[in-house]
RNA sequence: GGGUCGAUGCCCGAGUGGUUAAUGGGGGCGGACUGUAAAUCCGCUGGCUACGCCUACGCUAGUUCGAAUCUAGCUCGGCCCA
């Protein structure tokens, strides 16, 4: 039987309730089985920023395989509890964001899960803003949902605790949030509601509700939450771990390449469909297969062997890469000195560090190393057909 | 509401009137090496089309030749009491 379900374990961290001991009549495979009708799969994202990364993913990919088995997802965009942020795993106070930026944050989140979920088989995929039954909220039900928890329970929540202990401040809105995220389960009568480990929290507190609004309570499945790109902390933005779903094959290729090797099986497993008992034990050939499915994925078979191409040519320092970002030099005003070509291209951040960088080696143009920050370029032509390069992979080519 | 302590660069954390973008650590970035990994060693880690200029130690005024360091008010936070 649970040979069938591979599906539904594949690097799936927990089920719960588990079916088993005590929850002998709660089991998920018993309940896919005996279901009459298409199980209906929740997940939430919150718009509070632009983008998304394959942190992000790993529940998806879960989500698809559910719509892959006939269920339906239902995909829960949090434009309301975005406004005041999930408290889980912060140290410190969201700051709240405007209705137009959540909904423009919406937007390009649904167009970054389009390559992993099935948007176009006639009722598998449900996408419902939680502002529909949270902004219309009144005091009632505010307070009817306030009285199923006690202030003990919300402060045994992990990410409360650590901050009551050392001292941080918790606003009491955001003790809303678990129950708001709780009762979109409710509202869209979900059957399992997927999310990271770090959401054990807000499904349970999901299941309470279900069962206070007198529903039979949903499944929690997680995902483990994705290392990020530095082999030690979890991928986030913030930390620029990160490989984003909107990402250039090129640089995304670039970076999946580099996978620590302690991350390999992790990574194949959670990210593609690959089968890692299978694959060349090298680690070097690993990264490679990782890089080149992983890119695939979102950028086309064709896209990702062409990035695997230019990535090796970039490195030997030969500058025939056709996927190299381009980058106009009409805006660059000349003459203009490198560092600021550096610096202008999007390469680095600040002319500053551009010079920095020069100084210490590690831009190249055309792969050979610049000495001087201060070399004059004296008109646009001068330029454009090079390749610049900072660090070990950011490139850009100059056109007009 | 009362009392008290605190606020320094990405983070932690020195510094308590004086040449200085401000000790140290973490993290990060870059270089060498390598397998575009890890480990190790070295350099960098406010901004600016830049050998000079500008902005910085919660905010705003003030004292002073001169303040992150002194004073006042304000804002935010911790703890204790209510």
Same mark, same amino acid.
């Given at each position: 039987m649970t040979f069938?379900?591979?599906w539904l374990y594949r690097g799936t961290h927990e089920i719960?309730?588990?079916?088993?001991?005590k929850n #002998?009549? *709660?089991n998920l495979e018993q309940r896919i089985?005996?279901?009459d009708r298409p199980l209906r799969i929740k997940m939430g994202i919150d718009p509070t920023g632009s983008d998304i990364h394959l942190g992000h993913s790993i529940p998806v990919r879960k989500m698809r395989s559910f719509q892959d088995a006939g269920h339906t997802a239902v995909l829960i965009i949090g434009d309301f509890t975005a406004r005041i942020g999930d408290p889980t795993g912060k140290s410190e106070v969201?700051?709240?964001l405007t209705e137009e930026q959540v909904k423009l944050n919406a937007q390009t989140y649904l167009e970054q899960v389009r390559p992993i979920l099935d948007f176009d088989t006639p009722g598998r995929l449900e996408i419902r803003y939680n502002s529909e039954w949270l902004a219309g909220m009144d005091l009632t039900k505010i307070l009817e949902l306030l009285g199923t928890m006690t202030v003990g329970q919300m402060? #045994?929540? *992990?990410?409360f605790n650590d901050r009551y202990d050392k001292g941080n401040p918790i606003f009491l809105h955001e003790f809303l949030y678990p129950l708001m995220q709780g009762y979109d389960s409710v509202a869209i009568e979900s059957d399992v509601e997927l999310g990271g480990t770090d959401q054990k929290f807000n499904i349970a507190v999901g299941r309470d509700l279900q069962r206070h609004f007198g529903m039979r309570p949903q499944f929690g499945l997680l995902m483990p939450i994705l290392i990020g790109t530095d082999g030690s902390q979890k991928m986030s933005k913030s930390l620029d771990n990160y490989v984003g779903l909107n990402e250039d094959a090129l640089t995304m290729y670039s970076k999946l390449e580099k996978t620590p090797d302690a991350l390999l099986e992790n990574y194949i497993t959670l990210l593609t469909q690959l089968d890692y008992t299978q694959l060349s034990d090298n680690p070097r050939e690993q990264q490679k297969i990782l890089a080149l499915d992983v890119v695939s994925q979102y950028h086309g078979m064709a896209a990702a062997h062409q990035a695997q191409a230019d990535a090796a040519n970039l490195i030997s320092g030969s500058t025939e890469a056709d996927s190299v970002p381009e980058f106009s030099v009409s805006t660059i005003e000349f003459p203009a000195k490198i560092f600021f070509v550096t610096s202008a291209s999007g390469l680095c951040k600040t002319s500053s560090d551009a010079r920095r960088q020069i100084q210490g080696g590690g831009v190249k143009l055309n792969g050979e190393k610049v000495a001087d920050p201060n070399f004059l370029f004296e008109k646009s032509s001068d330029l454009i057909g090079q390749v610049l390069q900072?660090?070990?992979n950011k490139f850009v080519r100059f056109v007009p």
């Open positions: 069938s379900f591979g719960f309730p588990s079916g088993d001991g #002998a009549n *709660e089985l005996q279901s969201r700051k709240q402060i #045994a929540k *992990e990410g900072f660090g070990k």
